[in-house]
């Protein structure tokens, strides 16, 4: 991370800016964010940002070889195999925890990974809303690739979009308007014009998909699917239309990456920066040391059931092993200095894959409680939703 930057940041900061950045932040669009947006974006060094990026791609590398392709063939539901997959996903999220090596060097370390969207519309508005409330470094940058404000949403539209007639395109989850990240989705549709439709909304007529706006049905070519598979399981959502029927639609990105592309991905992956990890039912005995790994269920999101102290009785009444996988814990670095702890960070390196897959942006979670989830950080402060700015020369 870079000192000076941040001591500069630390001693021009204040609580009267901070609000004032929230409430534009949470005034510029449809929604508010219902969630922490934390006090302060991180400065990484340009070695660093080399470090994750190399690292991005050798994660790339190991999900486009032909091996993955085998690997993956058994990772999605039978029961919810959606027909006219694409052999890659539109979107892909690498997750690395910032920790530091035997030397003290920070050195990022794989946490998860997604080939599903993320919250590409909101870390635009949120660059832009930084910059306007704090003293950013001209030369410093979130976007990759020579990418500057007006070619990401451009390249979001051609990715999203394409050569559709926006209003024939819609964001589609469960209830929108009530997920905490509906202030994502309020973005993109202010950036690209498309409209946010509930899954139970959407109506099937033979093979055709529609939504309704006012008495008007209007025809469905293009879905940029939000909906997470765990939670519409889990909520036993109703919908009238059949994911697995052979529809007249193009999905961005298809969601069978959802699990293709997951914790299912991570006991494939090796490298330096990759923490051991195993499928829990392919062990024939538990590591010796259970005090250093976590417990995660293959597809749940957002921290569902996961497991930070294990035991072995815990891992024996586990009725189905097939559903989990063991991962080394990994510890986080005490990264950022606040005015009553140091915050840890995570960070998600955001790529578009149309033709090959293009690193575009990031997104950072702060942290000092256990986990970088909401319920684990609960009344601290230098924690939650932020980005992180690097030297514009990649």
Known sequence: MNPKIREKFNSEFSEDNYKLFLDDLNSALKYPADFKVAETPIFLTEGFAVDLINSSHEIVNQIMSEEFVEHSQNAVPKKLLVPNEKDHPAFLQIDFAVCTDDDGKYVPRLIELQGFP???????????????????????????????????????????????????VILMDIKPEKQKTRIDFAATEKLLGIKSVCITEIIQKKNKLFYKDGSKEIPIDRIYNRVIADELIREKIKYSFDFTHDLDVEWVSHPNWFFKISKHTLPFLSGEFVPECYFLDELDEYPVDLENFVLKPLYSFAGH?????????LLDSLKDKSNYILQAKVDYAPLIKTPDDYSKAEIRMMFVWEDIPILINNLVRLSKGKMMGVDHNKNKTWVGSSLAYHPIVF
């Open 305 to 313: 059931g996961v497991e930070l102290n294990l035991t072995v009785k």
């Open 118 to 168: 993320s919250m590409y519309g909101f870390q635009y508005f949120l660059d832009k809303l930084t910059r306007k409330h704090y003293k950013i470094p001209k030369n410093y940058s979130t976007f990759f690739n020579g990418i500057d404000p007006k070619s990401y949403v451009n390249i979001l539209r051609d990715l999203i979009i394409s050569k559709s007639d926006p209003e024939n």
